[in-house]
Structures are given as C-alpha cells and as structure tokens.
C-alpha cells in the first residue's frame, strides 16, 4: 500500500505540477531570440571605456544586475529616469550567467555561475580606476550581489553604494522549499507570462534545477546574514513594497537587522519590482509615485560624500 501511495503521489506530481519545455521562436526561452543587451559589446563600462580619462574615473557607475529569469530588459524605464535626473551617470548591464540566451543554458546554471559576471565587472571597473561605483539589484539580483560582498568577492574600497529593490531573500510562495524533493519528478514548471513584452524579455518555462539554485542562493544568503554581524559594507538602501507578491519583505529587514549600515525604505505596493513599469499591467499614478519616490531616493544617496 505504500508503494502504491507513493506512485500515486509521484503521479499526481508528473500530471498536475510538470509542464514540458514549450517556446516560440521570439520567446527568450528559444535559441533565436536572446537578451537586447546580449551582443552589444559596449553594454559594460568596462568595454565600453576601457581606458578612462581622470575625470570619467570621478563619475558615477551604476553595475545594474537584474533578477531570476529576467533580462536586462528590466532596467530600461530605470535607466531613463536615472539619467534624467543625473546625466553623468554610466551604465554597466550585466547579464546573470546562463541568462539571456536560451533555455538550455538557463537550466543548466549554477547561481554561481549566475553571479560570476557580477565580479568579473566590478573588478575591472576597479582595476581601471573608477572611484564611484554603485551597485542595483532587482529581486534575485539584489541577493546575487548580496552574497558576493558578504563572501568577500567585491573590492568594497571603491563601492559608493548598494540599492536593493525586493531583495529575495524569503520567498513569498513557501513551495519553493519543496522543489528540491521533486525536481527528479517535476523537470520543468512554467510561468504565467502571456503577453510579448513578457514572454520576450523573461522566461516562462523554469526548470526546477533552476529553482534549486535559486532556493539554495537564497538559503546561503540567510547563513551568511547570521555571522559576523559588524561588516564593513558600503551603505546599504533597501525598497521593499509592503505586500510584494513574490519576496517576503522580512528579508528586508534581516537585512537591515544584520549589517549596520544597510536602511529598509518601505512602500505601500502590491508591485514585485516597481522600476520596471515597462512590463507592468495597469500602472497607476501610485505606482508611478512609488516608482519616482525610489529614484529620488537613489539620486539623493548618491549626492551624499
């Protein structure tokens, strides 16, 4: 009777939770259509301007570092208002490793993997002599370069700052933990994205060896906030929407509760990421308040010597 159990519940998993790889061609899950900053060899500061005048060195980088089964994509109504308020600000889009490809190269990741790219640009932006570099992550992204400046990878002499919009770090949706326990059942999951904007620019098919990596960073992360509480971290802005679907905003504060020089900025949203209005339904002249408020924040921090 317990064999029979359990190859029933194996069953109900196969049917009701697995969905079989399935793109179209202009999905950035498929081989023909890949991230819009992916071929631009000048998306980085670092190629871009290998070789800075004294006074680039003094102006402001921002390493932008977007979230799980995204694309670069997410940083673009960003951007503009970034540089509507201060013009002189460079722009280095990284590309999480195994993203912006395909789905073959996403599944296959590790979130090491997904975070190598993040070093590898602050480093030369430091072994080229930028003295200003700030840091955004969005969601995933945030938590990527989290863990990197707690494992000791990034040259903290030369960051300014770190913005952190819905860090996850606590899943909303507690099902998560389970993935690991039936990732040999269930290969692959699917998002709900329907609409071009977002079957172009994010994933929709998520195969559960990604979301084990995305549990396991997460998990990392938690440890690494519980020792060696005095850090010397450069400051530290969190934004987090009060009822953000999809990251529990008590990540947030064990965050904030962990490392001195880290402050919680808080909003009342329902919105997963509020800078990235391009991709959102029904935007409202709340969420584009919200949106500015974080911007202003930004531009303010970054005024501060």
Known sequence: MVLVGVAFVLLWLRLGIHK???????????????????DNP????SMSIPNPTPAQKLQPVMVLVHGFSAS?????????????????VLFSNVILGGHG????????????????????????????????????????GATGILHVLLDGLLPTESLRGLFFVDIFITPKDTNLHIVPYIQYVVKNTRSGASRPIETRHWYVNRPTSALVQLLALTKTVQTQ??????????????????????????????????????KVIRYESNRHIIVEPQ????WTDEDQANFDSVISAIVLAMSKK
């Not at 179209?24 to 498929?30: A, G, I, P, T, V």
């Not at 670069?72 to 960003?78: I, K, N, V």
């Not at 530290?236 to 009060?242: E, K, M, Q, R």
């Open 20 to 38: 079989e790889v399935f793109y179209e061609d202009d999905w950035l899950d498929s081989p023909l259509t890949r991230d819009i900053n992916i």
């Open 279 to 282: 991709a959102k339904r029904d």
């Open 72 to 88: 670069t994509f997410e940083f673009e109504s960003f951007k503009k208002a970034m540089s509507a308020s201060e013009p002189s």
């Open 101 to 140: 490809q395909d789905h073959e190269a996403f599944r296959r990741a590790t979130y090491a993997d997904w975070l190598a790219p993040i070093v590898a640009e602050v480093q030369a932006l430091v072994a080229l002599g930028y003295e200003r570099i700030y840091m955004v992550g969005l969601s995933t």
């Open 42 to 45: 000048n998306r980085l500061v």
């Open 225 to 262: 906030l519980t020792q060696d509480a005095q850090r010397n971290t450069p400051p530290i802005l969190l934004f987090t929407s009060d009822n953000d679907p999809t990251s529990d905003t008590i990540g947030s504060d064990v965050v904030a509760k962990a490392i001195p020089n880290a």
